[in-house]
């Protein structure tokens, strides 16, 4: 019953259904529809209980009337149950059901099929609707089907009333039932979200204390025994150059650990935002971090061509990371090696490329050592943004990244 009744999107009904080896819930109503059809005309059928004969095409006619609504339930519960709940009651005030029993006994059978149509269509709505909705309108519907029994029947079938009406209240009891169940399931699953967002944001403090408890106080260390060894060195030029190079990129370091703390404190999931003052890099930085290479000693090319799109949200980070690390390892695998960095924009993507040279007298293909852990970060980066990443060596040696980063649909 809950399949058919679940309020879910299709296509996440569908797979949720089959994860709990159920119908889809679109199978299920069908299911439903047909069994109530096929429960009908039984009923219909063996009436009197004198054996399988139709009382007339009325009967017939009225059957079918009040079923095919049921048709629309899952889409339009509530118009459904008014539609059946009218058929049903024509169907008791127009048919002259009193001459076929005597005053001598009660026919509990005698406005078979009423009010089968009614029950499915109170069962759909109480299960679809909030509980006050669902007791309201079952109410209503058991109460009308009660009153036109009562008014257009002989008196001797009031108990034959009784049962309808008892009836159309079960189903819509059954109804609610469902409906509370799916309240409840729906209850938990938002508490379960809550308490693991809040051990996530627990867990993103921590990491935050531990990391300024672990890199800000040695970064900072470092930046200001920089700065006093490159004023004390000020008569040795490449030494205060290469001090001073030490002094401003540990400044930046510490700049970049900075928002990365903020963003890791902050609640929401804003992958570009940060710290006031100290937000997070992206392509326009790239002209610096090419500047800082250059400044220990690795030559590096930037160019950029075709028109700029906007990102997906974290994409302009992962490039300026890919674009870092992939520097990073050319510095550190072939030092004194030209490295050359490509980004084309095209209508439907960002296509990045850095390359390097091999290292002066090291073999082609050489690739020193590492955990390559660098080469999986950037896949990451360029996963969580839908891009796609290749690294791997370059047909005349040294290395190549190749990443393509899409932009965001309406810059298409």
């Known amino acids: 019953m809950s399949a058919d009744s679940s309020p879910q999107p299709p296509a996440a009904a569908r797979t949720a259904a089959r994860r709990r080896g159920q119908l889809p819930p679109a199978a299920a109503a069908t ?3 047909a069994i109530t059809l ?7 059928t063996f009436r009197r209980g004198d054996g399988p004969q139709f009382q007339g095409p009325a009967v017939m006619i009225f059957t079918l009337a009040a079923w095919l609504p049921l048709l629309g339930r899952t889409r339009w519960p509530v118009l459904v149950l008014a539609l059946t709940t009218t058929v049903e009651c024509l169907h008791l005030a127009v048919l002259p059901f009193a001459g076929a029993y005597t005053t001598s006994g009660v026919a509990m059978g005698a406005y078979q099929p009423v009010p089968i149509a009614t029950c499915v269509a109170a069962w759909t709505v109480a299960s679809r609707r909030r509980w006050p909705t669902g007791w309201l309108a079952g109410g209503l519907a058991a109460g009308a089907l009660l ?3 009562v008014i257009a029947q002989p008196g001797f079938l009031v108990v034959t009333d009784m049962v309808m009406f008892d009836l159309v209240i ?3 009891a059954a109804g609610v039932l469902v409906s509370l169940r799916r309240e409840r399931t729906a209850r938990r699953d938002r508490e379960f979200r809550e308490e693991t967002r809040r051990q996530v944001n627990d867990e993103r403090l921590r990491i935050a204390r531990d990391l300024h408890d672990m890199i800000a106080h040695h970064l900072a260390l470092v930046n200001a025994q920089a700065s006093v060894a490159e004023y004390l060195m000020r008569d040795e030029p490449k030494a205060a150059a290469a001090l001073g190079g030490i002094s401003v990129h540990s400044r930046q370091a510490l700049d970049e650990l900075r928002a990365t703390v903020g963003l890791l404190r902050s609640e929401g999931d804003n992958p570009a935002g940060a710290v006031a003052g100290h937000s997070t890099p992206g392509i326009d930085k790239l002209g610096e971090l090419a500047a800082g290479f250059r400044s220990a000693g690795t030559e590096v090319a930037l160019t950029v061509d075709g028109v700029p799109a906007e990102l997906p949200p974290g994409g302009d980070l992962a490039v300026y990371r890919i674009v870092q690390e992939s520097l990073t390892n050319a510095a550190k695998h072939a030092p004194g090696a030209t490295a050359a960095v490509n980004l084309h924009w095209h209508h439907d993507r960002l296509a990045l490329a850095v390359t390097n040279g091999p290292a002066a007298g090291r073999q082609p293909g050489y690739r020193g050592p590492g955990t390559r852990h660098g080469i999986i970060g950037m896949q990451e980066r360029a996963r969580s943004c839908g891009g796609t990443l ?21 810059n298409r």
């Not at 096929?38 to 219909?44: D, E, G, H, N, Q």
């Not at 047909?395 to 649909?409: L, M």
């Open 147 to 149: 009153a036109v029994g």
């Open 38 to 44: 096929v429960t009908m005309l039984a009923a219909v």
């Open 390 to 410: 290749v690294a791997q060596p370059a047909p005349g040696g040294g290395f190549a990244v190749r990443a393509a980063i899409p932009v965001k649909e309406d």
């Open 170 to 172: 079960i189903a819509t």
């Open 31 to 33: 299911v439903v529809n």
